[in-house]
């Protein structure tokens, strides 16, 4: 085994200010792993968190990154559930096993306020992973521990997503694609509103039913009545933020659900309350879910077939150009494959 290796890290916030750096290797402590990196795969936060923070108190050097799929290639003492050999992810949340944490400070998230994974090795507590799906390689497997396990949360684990309702998803990002995917393998009708036709021609291969282009249909929840008859949708994946939140609400259906993701827009919206309490519909906030959950959808994926999407494949080196392409935007996922 080599007794160096090189990570990505900032020095301080700013992408630009990415350097790729020797460290020694590590070894695993009791109750750790040490974990050879094949691929990191890169989520909008990963970019936006380098480059102006989040709002995390972040220690400097810090490796961004929040997802990785590896190989085991050390155990410490007092380690049960893994072997040198086996293929693991990354838990979003190591210390988030199961049921709902009593606030943030008891679940933190790699890539910060933790340490992230754009690195060739990484030593941690084995409860902090799972093991790996094993119908993926390591790129597609990379992908499922934040944008996946997103999705899995919004639509089956807290929306218990049924054949025969329509989900509405906005954008073609990774949480969106994972969505439109594990909807219609539960038989769902998806609705996907994006301001590109060729991403909404792309989404149809994917089993989307319906497609809005929001510039062309900027009151998108007419559209989406229209569709269904005037019901709404059961499940709104709500992306944006802002005044798309009151659109959201126009749209959905009596006692749905908005599963608020991303602020694109706007970190903060306004709604009134006599629309809110007449749709009896649930606004839940989704943070990723529990280790549990990750386990409970890598099994999801190999008995359903579920391929992930991804955009491109960035060697090691490269860490730089595969951030700038998630910063433009990606349909898909942006991997980092550590062994080029």
Do not use: C
């Amino acid at each position: 085994m080599v007794n160096t290796y090189q990570r990505w890290e900032i020095p301080a916030l700013g992408l630009d200010q990415l350097v790729l750096r020797g460290q020694p290797l590590l070894t695993p402590q009791s109750g750790e792993i040490l974990v050879q990196t094949e691929a990191v795969s890169l989520n909008y936060r990963d970019a936006e968190i380098a480059d102006r923070g989040m709002g995390y108190a972040l220690t400097f050097p810090h490796v961004p990154g929040s997802d990785l799929a590896g190989k085991v290639v050390a155990v410490g003492s007092g380690v049960s559930r893994f072997a040198v050999g086996d293929r693991v992810l990354s838990a979003f949340m190591p210390g988030w096993v199961d049921g709902t944490p009593l606030s943030w400070a008891q679940a933190p998230s790699r890539g910060a306020p933790l340490p992230g994974m754009l690195t060739q090795y990484v030593a941690g507590d084995a409860e902090g992973f799972v093991h790996a799906p094993a119908s993926l390689s390591a790129a597609e497997a990379s992908t499922l521990p934040v944008a996946a396990l997103t999705a899995w949360m919004a639509l089956v684990e807290q929306g218990q997503l049924h054949a025969g309702q329509t989900v509405v998803v906005q954008g073609t990002g990774g949480v969106s694609l994972f969505a439109i995917q594990l909807a219609v393998a539960h038989g769902a009708r998806v609705i996907v509103i994006s301001g590109d036709d060729d991403k909404l021609a792309r989404v149809a291969a994917l089993g989307a039913r319906d497609g809005i282009n929001r510039h062309r249909t900027p009151a998108w929840h007419e559209q989406v009545l229209a569709l269904t008859g005037g019901r709404g949708a059961e499940h709104i994946l709500e992306m944006a933020g802002g005044d798309n939140v009151a659109r959201s609400l126009k749209a959905v259906a009596q006692g749905g659900r908005i599963s608020f993701i991303g602020l694109l827009e706007a970190d903060s919206f306004t709604l009134p309350v006599m629309p809110l309490l007449g749709s009896r519909a649930v606004i839940a906030g989704i943070a990723v879910g529990p280790r549990r959950a990750l386990e409970d959808l890598v099994r999801a994926v190999d008995l359903l077939g579920l391929r992930p999407v991804i955009d491109a494949v960035y060697p090691f080196s490269e860490a730089p150009a595969a951030f700038s392409h998630v910063q433009r935007g990606a349909f898909g996922k942006v991997v980092i494959e550590a062994g080029k």
